[in-house]
């Protein structure tokens, strides 16, 4: 069974940073990636990453944000520096099966409030 798991989410003043934690198991998986979502909008894409480690990133965060991943551990990593107001969101963690069928998972989401 495909468990996703965040973690690593809180509260913190703007200009902060936060690691998020993202633990998939029970298959391996190909692109991974970070989501977001805040009041009143729809969900979007933070970063992801593949095997081979190539990276894209939303505008919004980028030289802000490092994703990395440790397939040894089937974990996914956000490094959020610099955090603004407007990070505030739920920010899930997506995994795309690496194998047929190429089902992709969702985890249940991890709070990041950035307030002063």
Same mark, same amino acid.
């Given at each position: *069974? +495909? *468990?996703?798991?965040?973690?690593?989410?809180?509260? +913190? /003043? #703007?200009?902060?940073?936060?690691?998020?934690?993202?633990?998939?198991?029970?298959?391996?998986?190909?692109?991974?990636?970070?989501?977001? /979502?805040? #009041?009143?909008? *729809? $969900?979007?894409?933070?970063?992801?990453? !593949?095997?081979?480690?190539?990276?894209?990133?939303? !505008?919004?965060?980028?030289? $802000?944000?490092?994703?990395? $991943? =440790? =397939?040894?551990?089937?974990? +996914?990593?956000? /490094?959020?520096?610099?955090?603004? #107001?407007? =990070?505030?969101?739920?920010?899930?963690?997506?995994? @795309?099966? @690496?194998?047929?069928?190429?089902? $992709?998972?969702?985890? /249940?989401?991890? *709070?990041?409030? +950035?307030?002063?």
């Amino acid at each position: *069974q +495909v *468990q996703v798991m965040e973690s690593g989410g809180g509260l +913190v /003043q #703007p200009g902060g940073s936060l690691r998020l934690s993202c633990a998939a198991s029970g298959s391996a998986f190909g692109v991974m990636g970070w989501y977001r /979502q805040a #009041p009143g909008k *729809q $969900r979007e894409l933070v970063a992801r990453i !593949d095997r081979a480690g190539s990276t894209a990133y939303a !505008d919004s965060v980028k030289g $802000r944000t490092t994703i990395s $991943r =440790d =397939d040894a551990k089937n974990t +996914v990593y956000l /490094q959020m520096n610099s955090l603004k #107001p407007e =990070d505030t969101a739920v920010y899930y963690c997506n995994a @795309l099966r @690496l194998q047929p069928p190429y089902n $992709r998972y969702w985890g /249940q989401g991890t *709070q990041v409030t +950035v307030a002063s």
